[in-house]
């Protein structure tokens, strides 16, 4: 019998409860007159606490980029001739010691005269120099292929020849001038 009042209770009030939910500031304006009433409750900030905010996400930040160093290993780009083997570091060592010592040569003796020559040269060398570079990455993609270390040694040998041709045209060049103001002299 009591169930039945309760039912009828409810279907009588039925379009007098509330349902909803509250507002989103109800919990705010609750504490407010809670404290009105004691003074015992403090309120919370709207104020967001920044610092810790960034605390923890410089932590994760730091976290992440000691686990990418030690877990993804060191690749290099690129390779040198003289990663390969002892003998091709030696082949390197000779053929760089060479061209530097041909580049040196030639700027002690070239003059306003071969200045053109010099100029023209050290363009080729650039070109060069850049598809050394270009090899030195192949070398990596390749995994040390023997056709990619051939390359790389022809570019040494390319640039050495080409640094020869020039400082042979230079010395020809002086050798013509100062016949040529010998026999003006004379």
């Given at each position: 019998?009591?169930?039945?009042?309760?039912?009828?209770?409810?279907?009588?009030?039925?379009?007098?409860?509330?349902?909803?939910?509250?507002?989103?500031d109800h919990k705010?304006?609750?504490?407010?007159?809670?404290?009105?009433?004691?003074?015992?409750?403090?309120?919370?900030?709207?104020?967001?606490?920044?610092?810790?905010?960034?605390?923890?996400?410089?932590?994760?930040?730091?976290?992440?980029?000691?686990?990418?160093?030690?877990?993804?290993?060191?690749?290099?780009?690129?390779?040198?001739?003289a990663s390969v083997?002892?003998?091709?570091?030696?082949?390197?060592?000779?053929?760089?010691?060479?061209?530097?010592?041909?580049?040196?040569?030639?700027?002690?003796?070239?003059?306003?005269?071969?200045?053109?020559?010099?100029?023209?040269?050290?363009?080729?060398?650039?070109?060069?120099?850049?598809?050394?570079?270009?090899?030195?990455?192949?070398?990596?993609?390749?995994q040390n292929d023997?056709?990619?270390?051939?390359?790389?040694?022809?570019?040494?040998?390319?640039?050495?020849?080409?640094?020869?041709?020039?400082?042979?045209?230079?010395?020809?060049?002086?050798?013509?001038?100062?016949?040529?103001?010998?026999?003006?002299?004379?």
């Open positions: 019998m009591k169930e039945d009042n309760i039912d009828q209770l409810f279907k009588r009030m039925q379009d007098q409860l509330d349902i909803h939910e509250p507002s989103s705010i304006r609750f504490l407010e007159k809670l404290q009105l009433q004691n003074n015992a409750i403090p309120l919370p900030s709207k104020k967001r606490n920044w610092y810790n905010v960034f605390a923890v996400a410089a932590s994760i930040a730091i976290l992440f980029g000691i686990a990418t160093t030690m877990l993804i290993p060191n690749i290099s780009v690129e390779a040198e001739l083997s002892p003998q091709m570091q030696e082949t390197q060592s000779f053929f760089t010691s060479a061209i530097q010592t041909q580049l040196e040569e030639i700027n002690k003796i070239s003059s306003a005269e071969t200045k053109e020559l010099v100029t023209d040269a050290m363009t080729q060398m650039e070109k060069l120099e850049s598809d050394y570079e270009t090899l030195k990455k192949d070398l990596v993609r390749s023997k056709r990619v270390i051939s390359a790389m040694i022809k570019n040494f040998q390319k640039r050495a020849n080409l640094l020869e041709e020039v400082l042979q045209k230079i010395n020809d060049i002086n050798k013509y001038k100062l016949s040529k103001n010998e026999n003006s002299i004379l």
